[in-house]
């Protein structure tokens, strides 16, 4: 979905055509996101077998078997590839995506037993979602579009992390290699700065001159729900351990599903008075 924020906070929704083609290019790049899942679910069968919930993946509990899911890789690869080669027909895109390819099996191979390195390379990967978005629809990227999906990004997998280091302090399993580098009073204080800096950062893009004149002076009073939903998600990693599935906290959680659609509805209302 970060390949749709270039047309969410350009306001392009009047842009069909850029639409039809982040409509392509999700597609596309879910193929190739897929297909980087299962080399890394391959690459941690062992360890996802002592993982609680990951030892359940298709290839740790041995629903799918090797062959089966190099079968299903190979397809992912090439349909991804064959959306961005010839039906967007858009060579940098197709570039960026193959540079996001790499990246990933790098660090599904190696980089991932890295503290800090891991979790900047899957920040990174957010990022070049909304680089291929800006690619495809032709939409110019603001310098703070980019530090705020980094920054997210960080926060969300500094959550995974400390789900993950809470279980080897409780059982001693190490589900990562790059665990060992990590405590809780190390990923609480980087949480901490993270989150701060992000609210500053979102702060600083709704006041800039070049959102200012687009969206309005008043987009500034959007920040209440980021900080609002922010402050939810930190209480749900202390108080509630949660944070281990983003995706499952953020469709399950009514608190920080609310202030999403809160936060969605004022941005586009706010910046569409500002329009009319």
């Not at 939409?139 to 980019?146: D, P, S």
């Not at 959007?222 to 402050?231: E, M, R």
């Amino acid at each position: 979905m970060f390949i749709f924020a270039p047309i969410l906070f350009s306001l392009s929704f009047n842009n069909y055509d850029a639409i039809y083609n982040a409509i392509l290019a999700f597609i596309g790049f879910s193929f190739i996101a897929s297909s980087i899942y299962v080399i890394n679910d391959w690459c941690d069968i062992e360890a996802d077998k002592l993982h609680p919930k990951k030892k359940f993946r298709p290839l740790a509990s041995g629903a799918v078997n090797r062959k089966e899911a190099l079968i299903l890789l190979i397809f992912l690869v090439f349909a991804g590839a064959s959306v961005f080669l010839f039906i967007l027909d858009n060579y940098k895109a197709a570039i960026v995506v193959l540079c996001y390819f790499i990246l990933n099996l790098a660090y599904s191979l190696k980089l991932k037993q890295y503290a800090i390195i891991d979790i900047t390379i899957v920040a990174l990967c957010y990022v070049i979602r909304v680089f291929v978005g800006g690619l495809v629809t032709g939409i110019m990227l603001t310098h703070w579009l980019i530090i705020m999906t980094f920054l997210g990004a960080l926060l969300i997998v500094l959550g995974k992390r400390k789900h993950d280091v809470a279980i080897y302090e409780e059982t001693g399993r190490q589900m990562r290699k790059s665990i060992t580098g990590y405590n809780s009073d190390f990923l609480t204080a980087i949480i901490m700065i993270v989150t701060a800096v992000t609210i500053v950062a979102y702060i600083m893009y709704t006041i800039s001159p070049q959102v200012v004149e687009r969206n309005g002076e008043y987009l500034y009073l959007t920040s209440l729900f980021v900080g609002v939903g922010l402050l939810r998600y930190l209480q749900v990693l202390f108080l509630d351990k949660g944070g281990d599935n983003p995706t499952k906290l953020f469709l399950k959680d009514k608190f920080l599903y609310i202030s999403f659609l809160l936060w969605l509805v004022s941005f586009i209302l706010i910046s569409y008075l500002k329009v009319f």
